[in-house]
């Protein structure tokens, strides 16, 4: 049974739970979105509702067109080609910065974070390795001490959650996004951060790597697919909705 959001919450939680939603897929890539419908499931009105939308929109993780509705977002081959220099340029500079201003302690933490990706990459266990690399990622972007820089980080990783997770089930991928992250923080640990800037940069363009290896097609919920396609059709549009 869902939780009904109170009345006076606001529109941004309502934008966190279709985050969820998004993220584990339970909406998942290209399907149109029932206003209505979630509108009854949380117990609001479809004010906050309608919200909430412009903010995912804002962040790319859903889509708006005129008469049609709203769509929860896909991404092109185009498009994560294009994203992921940028995050390995922006992630790389943040660990560069981070491996320079870390303290005995700070470093102490991300070890204790890569501890749990070793036992959760031998166990085989993808969802809790992408839980911790999320916060390993998180945490080198705190030390870097750059807001500004971690702002722009934060608003992409949003949008790259709707495939990151996947490439982490290709074949051979897991222990090879082990064996990158040992290399980032071997560096850390000796304080090079120009190899431990390098190694970050490596790390996220073999993300990419990986997913084009995967060869997604447009009807396997991977959130990527190939820009001729179309999105899923919605409903016939009343007027008064």
Known sequence: MHARILRHALYHEVAERLRQLIYEHELKPGEWID???????????????????????????????PRRG???SELTAEDLDQIFPVMALLEGRCTYEATRRATAADVERLEALHAQLERYAAAGDVDRYYDTNYAFHEEVQRLAGNPWLQRTITE???????????QLKAPGRLQASLDEHREIMRAMRERNPEAAERHMNE????????????????????????PKTSPTQPPVHREGD
Not at 57 to 63: K, Q
Not at 156 to 166: A, F, I, Q, T
């Open 35 to 65: 206003e209505e419908a979630l509108a009854v499931r949380y117990g609001i009105s479809r004010t906050p509702l309608r919200e909430a939308l412009k903010v995912l929109h804002a962040e790319g993780l859903v889509t708006l067109m």
């Open 70 to 72: 709203c769509f929860v």
């Open 156 to 166: 992409m990783r949003k949008l790259l959650r709707l495939v990151r997770h996947r």
């Open 203 to 226: 790390h996220l363009m073999r993300q990419r790597a990986a997913l084009a290896g995967a060869a997604a097609t447009p009807t396997d919920g991977s959130g990527v697919r190939d």
